[in-house]
């Protein structure tokens, strides 16, 4: 498998569950069916993530194995950043713990994973997370990918917090909903964006092709 076909079967595998996401998340407004999406998206990001980097990274097979375990490494620590983050945002994780941990789980699947994968196809991944978070100077097209899906997630998450101070009585508003709410969707437009990029930027190139077709 090529790698321009495999970073679209793994953009399309994501962009598809990101759609069962939404349509669970308004399915049921009970604690049970959030619970079920959010670990429905963590678990099929750690897969898509951990198989695609252990089908295109190269070297020995201990080498391989350490690389592909990246993405999935990345998850519990960037969930604890996430709630500590939270934590100085004043949001009220001590009072639904639970529900907490799933919204840092899956914003951290949606996040940091993507760009731990991007970062373990560098020959140095602690440089190329560096690159994409810190400097904001992504090196080609993965971890352009990695990073704008992240900052688009981030970006979405703290858009659906600012409905909840307000006075409106609705069940959404409560924490961390509208949060999740706002990551699914930031991750859902993030992956359109990308896969319209990727289409465009293949046409551009091979113009003669669809031409003579």
């Known amino acids: 498998m090529s790698r321009n076909t495999l970073q679209e079967a793994k953009i399309a595998i994501l962009l598809s569950v990101a759609a069962v996401e939404r349509m669970l998340l308004h399915t049921n407004s009970s604690h049970s069916r959030p619970a079920a999406w959010c670990m429905l998206h963590i678990g099929c990001t750690l897969l898509v993530h951990v198989g695609a980097t252990w089908l295109r990274v190269q070297g020995t097979r201990k080498e391989v194995a350490l690389k592909s375990l990246i993405p999935a490494m990345a998850l519990l620590p960037g969930a604890l950043l996430l709630l500590a983050l939270a934590c100085l945002f004043m949001a009220p994780i001590l009072h639904s713990m639970w529900t ?39 090196y080609g097209p993965e971890e352009t990918a990695a990073a704008f899906q992240a900052f688009l997630s981030l970006l ?58």
């Not at 509208?178 to 091979?206: F, K, Q």
């Open 156 to 213: 979405a998450t703290w858009m659906g917090a600012l409905p909840m101070p307000l006075d409106w009585g609705k069940d959404w508003q409560e924490w961390p909903i509208g949060c999740s709410a706002g990551g699914a969707y930031g991750n859902i437009l993030g992956l359109t964006v990308i896969v319209c990029y990727a289409v465009v930027m293949h046409s551009s190139r091979n113009p003669c092709k669809h031409n003579s077709s």
């Open 100 to 138: 907490s941990w799933l919204w840092a789980m899956q914003l951290s699947s949606s996040t940091l994973v993507p760009v731990a994968a991007a970062a373990a196809l560098s020959e140095f991944p602690a440089a190329a997370a560096q690159r994409m978070l810190i400097n904001i100077r992504p």
